[in-house]
């Protein structure tokens, strides 16, 4: 499989604002970092609690919060029903540590992705009419449960959707719909995760409690002790980091690092070998949460957000040692599947196509996400991979689709169900990633399509791969205090983690675990220790290279390093 060759771009910051950043006592290098990142005044990098959007601004929080009070009034029972990646499990950990100290009774369900499928399904809805809620509420899906409402209204039993995923043509008849992406919804961030849309729900609730006169005689619970959970939601969930979301990352990262934080989230730092007062965003999003999706890839999300809720210590560590067990097997269980992607893309050439659709009938549909995404990157291609829908195969495929910049691909999807209709008998999801589910006899018709339709809507000039960077770094700042420094700030989707350029030589290189290579290298006119992950061809002396700020502990010392994340050979 050839890959697309990658282009460098340096972003331009504007002197005057880095120089005022710099003057409001801002470390040079996040100065120019963030003025490249459009930022143009210092108070704009403030992250105090009460700067957060209002949630009275989020369309029906308020009737939300009305609903729940009387439903807590009224001693009625309510059931959370979660999604099974790491925004759906933080959105019903949030949901039910806070209803509980709000004095709900509460429980959760989480659908079997392997025999359900995503959301609120009609199937669902009958396992969770056994439970006899009174109310169901809905975490990081819901918008587009049309028959499972309708299915769950038939029963006598309302709904709340919370969500942030993109409605399609027809909104479920829920008793109460937030979403951010709904039509008419003003909130200011449409980027918040599904957990920082039930964080906010809760944050009415309580508000509508305390106007009951609710805490008249009790104390008030502190929301804000569910902002570690919110940060881990919304990091993992990869949307972007607008300021709203920011804020919520960087407050939740404080308590982190403060030591105030659920006990199943120590025991997955420590499952994880992270320390969590130096947590970062890159902890939150490369260790903690595969450790929570690999739950929902490979077995039951429930013992996630068991992990999540509980406050004991001695019972996190066993889940979290669990959890961290199946986080193994799924990247087992994803090499696999790489090797097969791999001789599947042998006579694929990207120059051919706009698109990418990848089918085996060996392959684990938890883990298609994954192999979706790493096909998507080395290509630089919209891509689906499909796996079937059960074990033994059958007549029914799921899908899992990553996209580029520049190509929604839920969208897609609803052109390519209207251009054929019945076609696809469920879809979703967002501009960045999807899911689908069809016939396995039409999946020649769905590549076809889905190809059509690429070639039809993409940009031809968003095809050629180009990696924006923040040019060379002064050899004064290649220290392990700047990369602390570096990485302590809040990087994300929509405010990128900085990736520098700079000519470097190679001076060394050896074989690391038999999958990475162990580099010495020459910068600035000093001599630098360096990786790069997932490489095990030798490099040529003379590099042209991005490269992130790392620090490499070994032995309990600590040395500066560079990572590669792209290079090209120079003459």
Known sequence: MSSVATTFSVRRSSLPVESSLRAGGLHPVLARLFAARGVRDAAELGDDFSQLLPPSSLTHADAAAALLADAIAAGKRLLIV?????????????????????????????????????????????????RRPDLLITVDNGIASVAGVAAA???????????????????????????????????????????????????????????????????????????????????????????????????????????????????????????????????????????????????????????????????????????????????????????????????????????????DASWHQGVIGIVAGRVKDRLHRPTFVFAPADAGGGEELRGSGRSIPGFHLRDCLDLVSKMEPGLLRRFGGHAAAAGVTLEASRLPDFERLFEDVARRLIDPRILARELATDGPLEAEFITVDCARIVEQAIWGQGFDPPVFLDELEVLGQRLAGERHLRLRLAVGGRSVEGMHFNQTEALPQRIRAAYRLGINTLDGMESVQLVIQQWAPLS
Not at 98 to 120: M, S
Not at 296 to 305: E, K, Q
Not at 327 to 336: F, K, S
């Open 82 to 130: 979660a999604d099974y990646d790491c925004d759906g499990a933080t959105a019903c950990a949030v949901g039910v540590r806070a209803l509980t100290a709000l004095g709900a009774t509460v429980d959760f369900i989480v659908p079997d992705r392997f025999k359900l499928g995503y959301g609120l399904t009609p199937e669902l809805v009958e396992l969770c009419a056994a």
């Open 153 to 359: 209204s038939r029963l006598g039993i309302p709904t709340l959707i919370t969500d942030h995923h993109l409605p399609g043509d027809r909104l479920p008849e829920a008793a109460c719909i937030v979403n951010p992406n709904q039509p008419g919804c003003r909130f200011a961030s449409k980027a918040m995760a599904g957990v920082g849309v039930m964080f906010y729900v809760m944050l009415a609730l309580r508000a509508e409690l305390r106007r009951r006169g609710a805490f008249a005689s009790a104390a008030e619970p502190r929301l804000a002790d569910l902002l570690p959970l919110v940060a881990l939601g919304t990091v993992a969930d990869v949307v972007p980091l607008d300021r709203n979301n920011r804020i919520l990352v960087s407050q939740g990262l404080k308590r982190i690092r403060a030591g105030a934080l659920p006990a199943g989230m120590r025991a997955l730092f420590a499952a994880g070998g992270r320390d969590p007062r130096r947590a970062t965003t890159f902890d939150l999003g490369f260790a903690l949460a595969p450790r929570l999706n690999a739950a929902g890839r490979l077995a039951d999300m429930s013992l996630g957000i068991r992990c999540l809720c509980t406050d004991d210590e001695q019972a996190a560590w066993p889940m979290a040692q669990a959890l961290d067990r199946l986080n193994t097997e799924r990247r087992n269980v994803e090499a696999a599947m790489n090797v097969s992607a791999e001789r599947l893309l042998l006579d694929v050439s990207p120059a051919l196509r706009a698109s990418v659709t990848l089918f």
